[in-house]
């Protein structure tokens, strides 16, 4: 684990975070339709399955869009948001901070052996993730996901909602779900929704996340793109994990909640 300040060229205050977050939850959900029915999903689930006082932990986190939603709709629950991106940490920071000690932003990186030790031994109850691991190789995502398990007690879940493409085997669903992507992109930038790499821009407005730019690809710079897992690939990972059960809570096309309990 990188220490908090190890990049820290000043504390973006609470409101400019806050309206980072709103606009990273605005170019999110042009790249994701129905964007909040996944988040809904996941919190009915801890709603029904997990402790009220429960601690999760959001993993490669961003600017913090699930710890907001958990923290604001679960008053005695605390979180540990994990990223590796230093201008998502710094914003995530900000936007958090009116939560107190239940939130904690750490840096860490998910592809170093022993990133779980940035919990320092603390039992959650639930690990959460979006739009995220889908930058992991898929034997990087099978050792997340033996962290994961390894981290949480027996009954504890992992939720994971990613776009999860159809592979060749059904390709009228994987063309019907590309159109969709693309239309509801077009329709959202049309709005007036930002893309991502324009969201990045408005973060560099900030002199406070600026000077990040250059350590942020430096972090980045070998680490290309994968190809999507499909469902099954994440299925059959969580269970080689250890986890007892796994499936899917909610899926609209290509795009997924997959559930997995200890």
Do not use: K
């Amino acid at each position: 684990m990188t220490p908090p300040d190890a990049t820290d060229l000043g504390v973006l205050d609470q409101p400019a975070a806050r309206r980072l977050l709103n606009l990273w939850n605005g170019q999110q959900a042009a790249y994701v339709a129905h964007r909040d029915h996944r988040f809904e999903a996941m919190l009915d689930v801890l709603r029904l399955h997990s402790p009220h006082d429960l601690t999760i932990l959001d993993l490669a986190c961003g600017p913090g869009a699930i710890t907001d939603r958990v923290l604001a709709g679960f008053p005695h629950a605390s979180a540990v948001a994990v990223d590796y991106d230093p201008i998502l940490l710094r914003v995530a920071r900000g936007a958090l901070a009116g939560y107190g000690s239940r939130a904690e932003v750490h840096d860490v990186d998910l592809v170093a052996d022993g990133w779980e030790e940035a919990l320092a031994g603390r039992t959650v109850d639930a690990v959460l993730s979006s739009t995220a691991l889908h930058w992991l190789s898929p034997e990087q995502l099978l050792r997340v996901y033996r962290a994961a398990a390894r981290l949480l007690p027996a009954g504890g879940v992992l939720l994971n909602a990613d776009h999860l493409r159809y592979d060749e085997s059904t390709p009228s669903l994987r063309e019907i779900a590309r159109r969709h992507d693309a239309w509801v992109q077009q329709e959202a930038f049309a709005a007036g929704a930002l893309s991502y790499s324009d969201w990045y821009a408005q973060a560099a407005r900030h002199p406070e996340l600026a000077g990040l730019a250059v350590e942020r690809e430096r972090r980045f710079a070998d680490r290309p793109p994968q190809a999507l897992a499909p469902l099954d690939f994440h299925l059959a990972a969580l269970r080689a994990a250890g986890f007892a059960e796994v499936g899917t809570v909610w899926q609209y096309l290509d795009d997924h909640v997959v559930f997995a309990r200890r």
